[in-house]
């Protein structure tokens, strides 16, 4: 079946510019997650769903990181007034509830 | 601070050998591992876990080795071929905490030398 998407794959946004990020995560599953991962560096996390309910958002760097999932299945990852130090790429996990993650292919964001 | 750490960023291999990659955890609080294999401009992919009950979980070409005491597993592939070329990625999670994030280590590079 089809695995998790990520939308857009690669971002350029000027320094200052909001952007957002999708992720479809696999039918049926639960959790979902965001990671951020730079350049040289294991994904790190940045928050987590069950359902519609944001559990944990201990990760996000800052109060320019917003994430939602209204309906328990598309998120969006939405960041405010980018920044350089915001250059990652960004990457999704669904998962039935305590279960393997399986990661979509993320989006990379350059932020000029 | 880093809580798992893979110390040893690139590894070559010649085809058919074993490689072994490792990984050192600090927090005693993790009790489930995961290996993940990335290719370059794709997503982590799943390879093998351990539950902190068992100290070896064997999957085909793929077994992981988990050491309580000293904080370590190991992940080895045997015979190794081309395609395990990647960067590997150790994860740990506190589950009995409920709490479902994966903390990553740095990524190993492997090389597998035709």
């Known amino acids: 079946g089809a695995g998790v998407s990520q939308s857009p794959r690669y971002k350029v946004a000027k320094r200052g510019q909001d952007v957002a990020l999708r992720c479809d995560p696999i039918?049926?599953?639960?959790?979902l997650f965001w990671y951020q991962q730079a350049l040289g560096q294991g994904p790190e996390f940045l928050t987590y769903?069950?359902?519609?309910?944001?559990?944990?958002k201990s990760g996000l760097p800052s109060d320019r990181f917003f994430a939602e999932r209204p309906e328990g299945s598309v998120s969006t990852l939405k960041i405010q007034r980018t920044q350089q130090e915001d250059s990652a790429v960004y990457l999704c996990?669904?998962?039935?509830?305590?279960?393997?993650?399986?990661f979509g292919p993320g989006t990379r964001l350059t932020v000029l | 601070d880093q809580q798992v750490k893979q110390n040893s960023p690139s590894l070559s291999v010649q085809e058919g050998r074993i490689s072994i990659l490792n990984c050192d955890y600090t927090n005693s609080m993790f009790d489930y591992f995961l290996w993940y294999k990335k290719y370059p401009a794709e997503g982590p992919t799943f390879l093998i876990s351990?539950?902190?009950?068992?100290d070896k979980n064997e999957d085909g070409r793929f077994t992981v080795f988990l050491n309580k005491s000293a904080k370590h597993l190991s992940l080895h592939i045997v015979p190794s071929q081309p395609g395990d070329s990647a960067v590997y990625f150790c994860?740990?999670?506190?589950?009995?905490?409920?709490?479902?994030?994966?903390?990553f280590g740095t990524g190993t590079r492997l090389t597998i030398i035709p």
């Open positions: 351990i539950s902190s009950i068992k």
């Open positions: 996990a669904s998962t039935v509830v305590s279960d393997t993650q399986y």
């Open positions: 994860a740990a999670k506190a589950s009995d905490f409920g709490n479902e994030k994966l903390t």
């Open positions: 039918s049926g599953h639960v959790s």
């Open positions: 769903f069950q359902n519609e309910a944001q559990l944990d």
